[in-house]
């Protein structure tokens, strides 16, 4: 089977194992949130959705998805959001096959066997932005993108929390190339991944 024909089948099976309704259970929240905060122009710091933490300290820590998932609605609907997430999933599942350097028709069968295998967690949520930040910084790694590290762990600290996870694989990548090269500016770049997500409204 041609590379060309593997690729087009995983695309297909991208997108249609990833559009999937937009209905997961936090969905109307991420919604409120993000209309909440493009009317007032800020982000919330404390619940007003909880009945039994009303008024608790809260950090919308995935602010910006919430934003731009209230956005997507207003051109293409609920579908729109389906759309989004799909997409983004298939580019973090496709850019996997350069991140991680294998032979393209063996990266390609096993990411056609994942898939069905990762379906419980398809869906219109921040995570799968998450994903994406995720692809594009091994993708980084790989190809020694070095001042795209930080800059995509600011974007990501807003995005999902899962850039905690990021911030720790950017910083040890750096900490691997000091041990082996002794260079210090290695290490200048492993703080910059750790201090990037503290570009955040919460700080």
Do not use: K
């Not at 602010?63 to 799909?86: D, E, K, N, T, Y």
């Not at 069968?109 to 990762?118: D, F, S, T």
């Not at 995509?152 to 600290?157: D, E, I, P, Q, S």
């Not at 040890?172 to 500016?185: A, D, K, N, Q, V």
């Amino acid at each position: 089977m041609s590379r060309t024909l593997l690729l087009a089948l995983l695309v297909l099976s991208l997108l249609v194992g990833f559009c999937r309704p937009a209905g997961s259970y936090d969905l109307g929240l991420h919604l409120r949130l993000g209309e909440e905060i493009s009317l007032s122009v800020d982000i919330p710091r404390s619940d007003a959705h909880s009945y039994t933490a009303e008024g608790a300290p809260f950090q919308a820590h995935e602010w910006l998805c919430q934003l731009l998932f209230r956005a997507v609605p207003r051109s293409g609907g609920m579908a729109g959001i389906s759309l989004l997430a799909a997409v983004a999933a298939a580019a973090a599942f496709l850019l996997l096959l350069p991140a991680l350097g294998a032979d393209r028709r063996i990266a390609i069968l096993i990411l056609l066997w994942i898939v069905p295998l990762a379906g419980a967690h398809f869906g219109a949520r921040p995570h799968v932005l998450g994903w994406l930040m995720l692809t594009l910084l091994l993708l980084g790694c790989a190809r020694g993108w070095r001042w795209s590290l930080p800059l995509l762990l600011a974007l990501w600290a807003n995005l999902h929390g899962s850039f905690l996870l990021g911030a720790l694989w950017g910083s040890l990548h750096f900490l691997e190339r000091f041990t082996s090269s002794r260079r210090r500016g290695e290490l200048g770049w492993a703080l910059a991944c750790l201090a990037a997500p503290l570009a955040n409204p919460y700080g």
